[in-house]
């Protein structure tokens, strides 16, 4: 396990009393390399049109926790596991069905969803034990899920370093891209994979309820204010860190006290606001 102890020190030196407890010093490094991920993905979630298949990962940790408390595995393990699967599962099925992406990813979304409620209803106790994962709370972040994030955070981006360009291009035209040597199929399952362990710990940071916004306000929010394709990628990881930072000292403050997941959320829809009016005087002023 790595040794955050420097870190905490630097973000103790912030002029924020909030920023003071171990606690909020894990949350908010939990959040800074957790928001940009969602962000970055955002955007390949955009171009690919696929905020339902975001939606149905989220969904499916209802499943994934239950699994892990009928066998006793830790429910922090199984959630994320399980929900790899179920992407690379809807990616297999959308490649080899005639069946149209969202009709494939509405009948994974059902069953996972309808698994997990059945589990519920089968075993009461573990419907206390799942309140954490409807709502999230990053206030509660471990060593060991940071020590995680810090290493899918240098994999993420090396993935986007490599294949930005590549996954543009699937999205853009598959059989266009697969001409030009693009292996689309082994791009399509990593792209799945990563969003999959992305969406699960976005759950623990902002809940089921809105996993889906963390990955797409900022990347929607890029979209307006960027001009390039990769400018929306430098745009998406600003509005994801800041948001992540925001979001969390504003709800500690004594005169909010508001869920930090959801204050996240709010400030990355105020983000999106500011990038709507000046996408519209733009096109105002071309006008």
């Not at 924020?16 to 962000?39: E, I, K, V, W």
């Not at 709370?137 to 930005?164: C, H, K, W």
């Not at 990563?194 to 929010?221: D, K, Q």
């Amino acid at each position: 396990m790595f040794d955050f102890s420097p870190v905490y020190s630097l973000i103790a030196l912030l002029p924020l009393d909030c920023l003071q407890s171990r606690f909020m010093q894990q949350a908010l490094l939990g959040l800074l390399l957790l928001t940009p991920m969602a962000a970055v993905l955002g955007v390949q979630v955009l171009n690919f049109r696929m905020a339902f298949f975001s939606d149905a990962i989220g969904h499916s940790a209802f499943a994934g926790v239950a699994l892990g408390l009928i066998l006793a595995v830790n429910p922090r393990l199984s959630m994320p596991l399980f929900g790899v699967l179920v992407g690379l599962a809807i990616m297999a099925v959308r490649r080899k069905s005639n069946l149209s992406a969202d009709t494939v990813i509405g009948i994974v979304f059902s069953a996972v969803v309808a698994f997990g409620l059945a589990v519920v209803s089968r075993f009461h106790g573990v419907a206390r034990d799942m309140q954490q994962f409807l709502y999230g709370d990053i206030l509660t972040i471990s060593e060991t899920e940071i020590t995680f994030l810090a290493l899918l955070f240098p994999a993420l981006m090396l993935f986007q370093a490599v294949g930005y360009n590549r996954l543009l291009q699937i999205a853009l035209h598959p059989v266009t891209a697969k001409a030009h040597g693009v292996r689309v199929a082994l791009w399509q399952y990593l792209f799945a994979g990563l969003l999959a362990l992305v969406v699960m710990f976005s759950v623990r940071a902002v809940g089921v309820l809105l996993v889906t916004a963390m990955l797409i306000v900022p990347a929607a929010t890029a979209r307006n204010l960027a001009r390039t394709a990769g400018g929306m990628f430098w745009w998406a990881l600003l509005v994801g860190l800041s948001s992540g930072f925001a979001g969390l000292t504003l709800s500690a403050q004594d005169w909010l006290a508001t869920a930090s997941g959801a204050t996240v959320i709010l400030a990355a829809c105020a983000w999106f606001a500011l990038s709507a009016a000046l996408a519209a005087l733009r096109g105002h002023r071309r006008n």
